[in-house]
């Protein structure tokens, strides 16, 4: 019998993080947590996940948030009802450098669930470490692509763990490369699915946050509805796998059963189907290329299922083609797409902003922009991202003074 795989894990409080410790616990046998790392809002649940695995080490990106951190651990020892002597503390790690300092924590995989730019950092330390980094942050690839290939030591370093890009890395087991035609990525279509442009001019935000099959943050969820959330899953595509803009099609496919799939060259698709369950790609990023057994329920067989897939309406949500064509471009075009979007689904929510407005707004920042070339360097992804905010909230400031 194997030893149990050493897991690194990053952004431990948040969605990702909390459903890989319950894959942890269920499998105490194969994988075994040796540091923990989040951004520091709730110290209270980071102690308590650190005492039960039994951690080396534990990371705050708040760096004000150590002492706090310090505290909780006695607090959740009492709780236990352990002596506050025989608490052995691990390792506190505090500041803006503390994922990727965890990042380079002895193990064999890391689990990069950081949210947002900040998981960059620690996905380009893991890489150089020659660590397997099980990959949810999808930043690191939308923003840093050119990066992130740079800092790779080995083919199939990267593990994805987001439903679609694990499904496609499931049925590219079946062919070659070269045998590869284009791949089909499925998207649920949101809330606004099947609607002309023309429909979508007066969408409130309580409309486009009513996604009818995820439960996800509210950011993600506008993001389906405006189908840039598929837009940068086509920009991790092809940097994850190395297919071109024009190989990659986008499928609407509401039930969210089949996640995605691969035509190959002799006319076969290769689909992978399954609940939807992010335990499921969590499971493959820690044990990957094995499975875990159970790591999430099967489809009932047992009962009669009806999927329906059309194709995107490019002129109704036009956020897949511009992505492409920043994808494309590169010279952190990505980048600003992705940061630029942030601000306007920001705006969205506070009602400063149409619906339409928020690509509509994405296209005329990528029109604007200036020549960043290719990034060298984490600051020079910052760089150009700083200045989509900017220049999208003065977009943004025209249209509301003008309106």
């Given at each position: 019998m194997t030893s149990p795989r050493d897991v690194v894990l990053l952004g431990s409080t948040g969605s990702i993080g909390t459903q890989a410790i319950d894959i942890v616990r269920r499998n105490p046998d194969r994988f075994r947590v040796v540091a923990l790392g989040a951004g520091g809002g709730n110290v209270g649940l980071l102690a308590a996940q650190a005492l039960e695995l039994g951690v080396e080490a534990v990371g705050v990106a708040r760096a004000s948030a150590a002492q706090d951190l310090q505290l909780a651990f006695y607090a959740e020892a009492s709780r236990r009802g352990w002596d506050r002597g025989e608490v052995k503390l691990p390792k506190i790690i505090a500041g803006p450098d503390a994922m990727t300092e965890l990042a380079q924590w002895r193990g064999d995989?890391?689990?990069?669930?950081?949210?947002?730019?900040?998981?960059?950092?620690?996905?380009?330390?893991?890489?150089?470490?020659?660590?397997?980094?099980?990959?949810?942050?999808?930043?690191?690839?939308?923003?840093?692509?050119?990066?992130?290939?740079?800092?790779?030591?080995?083919?199939?370093?990267?593990?994805?763990?987001?439903?679609?890009?694990?499904?496609l890395a499931q049925c590219l087991r079946s062919g070659s490369r070269p045998e590869v035609r284009r791949l089909l990525v499925t998207a649920s279509g949101g809330p606004f699915r099947g609607r002309r442009r023309d429909e979508l001019t007066q969408v409130t935000p309580e409309q486009a946050l009513a996604h009818p099959t995820w439960n996800m943050g509210p950011v993600v969820t506008i993001n389906s509805a405006t189908m840039v959330n598929k837009a940068l899953e086509v920009i991790e595509a092809h940097e994850l796998f190395d297919v071109p803009y024009a190989d990659i099609t986008v499928l609407v496919h509401p039930t969210s059963v089949i996640h995605s799939m691969v035509e190959f060259v002799d006319g076969s698709t290769i689909a992978q189907a399954s609940p939807p369950d992010m335990r499921l790609p969590i499971a493959l990023g820690l044990g990957w290329p094995d499975r875990v057994a159970d790591a999430s329920p099967a489809v009932d067989w047992t009962t009669s299922h009806t999927w329906e897939f059309t194709p995107l309406d490019d002129e109704a949500f036009p956020a897949v083609a511009l992505a492409k064509a920043a994808g494309e471009a590169g010279c952190c075009r990505p980048a600003i797409y992705n940061a630029a979007n942030e601000e306007c689904v920001a705006a969205f929510v506070a009602g400063r902003l149409p619906f339409l407005g928020i690509v509509d707004t994405l296209e005329q920042v990528l029109a604007e922009a200036p020549d960043f070339g290719e990034p060298g360097t984490v600051e020079d992804v910052l760089a150009a991202e700083s200045w989509a905010r900017g220049h999208a909230q003065t977009i943004i400031e025209k249209s509301v003074e003008g309106a």
């Open positions: 995989v890391v689990l990069n669930g950081v949210v947002g730019s900040l998981g960059l950092a620690p996905t380009l330390a893991a890489l150089r470490a020659g660590r397997t980094l099980a990959l949810a942050n999808k930043e690191s690839l939308v923003a840093g692509g050119p990066l992130v290939r740079a800092a790779m030591t080995r083919p199939g370093q990267i593990v994805p763990v987001d439903s679609e890009h694990t499904a």
